[in-house]
């Protein structure tokens, strides 16, 4: 399995950016897919998940503003940061987890397969 993950940027605070993975996966319509963000000097925390049958979760701090979506055609994911503030400022990565069984994870632990990350930059 390999994820790319690309679409990040700069952007003042209040714009949006799209994030996408592109996964090469045999089986990615079955995988359940994350995405977590590392901000400098902190460690890498949860951002979104989506299951195969397209349930989701989210960090409370991102509720309301980010979404998570995927094409199982295309084998990708996508997440759409609306309203971003500084904070938001990290290196975002994509994650699978191959196994789950169809659970919404927000442990890294559990996603076995990660892009290589892409970063946000969120001027104020």
């Known amino acids: 399995v390999q994820l790319q993950a690309s679409g990040g940027g700069l952007v003042q605070a209040g714009g949006s950016l799209r994030l996408s993975c592109a996964a090469s996966a045999p089986r990615f319509n079955v995988y359940e897919m994350g995405w977590f963000r590392q901000a400098p000097e902190k460690e890498r925390e949860f951002v979104a998940a989506i299951t195969w049958r397209r349930g989701t979760d989210y960090a409370d701090s991102v509720k309301g503003r980010f979404t998570i979506s995927r094409d199982n055609v295309r084998d990708a994911v996508h997440l759409q940061m609306n309203n971003l503030k500084p904070e938001d400022t990290a290196v975002y990565y994509c994650?699978?987890?191959?196994?789950?069984?169809?659970?919404?994870?927000?442990?890294?632990?559990?996603?076995?397969?990660w892009g290589q990350g892409t970063q946000v930059t969120v001027s104020s």
């Open positions: 994650a699978a987890d191959v196994d789950g069984g169809g659970r919404l994870s927000t442990i890294e632990n559990e996603y076995e397969y």
